[in-house]
């Protein structure tokens, strides 16, 4: 019989210019 | 006696455990500060396996969080790397390891229609929290924009070497006596002494992109897009310099150029690429040399050359004809007569009236899912790396 399928969470992800902020704000707050 | 206890291998379980105060250090060591050379002995894409299985304990103790600053932080040290180091073999190496982490992420899912070729051991080794599509779509695009920067490099080192390496390489012997009149030897920039821009130079230039590719494991599908892309550069390049020198216009330069793109295509089979549509890229400027090898006077000349040159536009024919300049007296000039022939037969063709070709077109690129055979829990970690903070689980 053919294998229940896992139910996993989805785990939302920010675009690649969202991560370069977030990367960019790191680097501002870096002092 | 010292008697040493070393923990069996069959109890690692393919995962690698760190506190989330070592991240910074992970990343660093890692990416941002590693060397392709560091890992070269080592399986190929050995970060992206060890980073898949940092993820993997993450999800294993179901700590989101973890998840996510690891993976935000692998991407950003990736972007970080290529920023500070924009040569090629950096640029390949972070592509074949992204591809190859967007390859586990896959493979490791759970999702029945990338488990396919597991074996019952890595089926073993998917994750069991998290659904990470929307960081696959991530890593995707990342893998694009890597591929991107690759190509400009590779073009970046290829494009001034293209006009002498494939134009004006005189490579068969005596065909510089046959050039046109009065344009002997003016034409090459480099002097004889020099041969950096040789054919053979641009041969070398390719060997080394495509071993440092096939090195570190970058997916054949993808180094077939990379070749086909630097092939389809080269014909834009050489055909747009053919279609505004006159120099170049005669029926010597035909036959050498003919001689050269052979010389590539023989570099494709070679390397076992001839099947992935790069030759083809090449063919407007095979048919220019062919035509230029063509005879050009009678009715039948103009219905040949018509239905040979299929890839070029009508535009490219007429220039080319028009450039063309005999190598001696005895041959003649082609008359306006025999170009108004052939514009009258192009004529149902509707053709763009394109002239040059874009030399920075871009093929869109695939990255066709590559699953591995390797298991996680075979991968040995070499001291090398500074990972000792690292716990096999």
Redesign the interface.
Known sequence: P??R??Q?????????AE??E??ASEVRAVP | RQVTVQRKEKDFQGMLEYGKEDETLLIRNLVTELKPQTVSATVPCLPAYILYMCIRHADYIND?QK??SL??ST??GI??VLKKHEDFEMTSFWLANTCRLLHCLKQYS?D?GFMTQNTAKQNEHC?????????R??LN??SI?IYQQLIKIAEGILQPMIVTAVLENESIQGLSGVKPMGYRKRSSSMGDSDNSYTLEALIRQLNTFHSTMYDQGLDPEIIQQAVKQLFYMMNAVALNNLLLRKDMCSWSTGMQLRFNISQLEEWLRGKNLHQSGAAATMEPLIQAAQLLQLKKKTSEDAEAICSLCTVLTTQQIIKILNLYTPVNEFEERVTVAFIRNIQAHLQERNDPPQLLLDSKFMFPVLFPFNPSSLTMDSIHIPASLGLEFLNKV
Do not use: C, S, W
């Not at chain 2, 994750?127 to 960081?135: A, G, M, Q, S, V």
């Open positions: 053919p294998q399928q896992r996993r969470v989805l785990l939302k992800a920010p675009t690649l991560m370069e977030m990367f | 989101d998840v996510h993976l935000t991407i950003n972007k970080k759970g029945q994750l069991k929290n998290f659904d990470l599509t929307e960081y779509q991530v695009d990342l924009h």
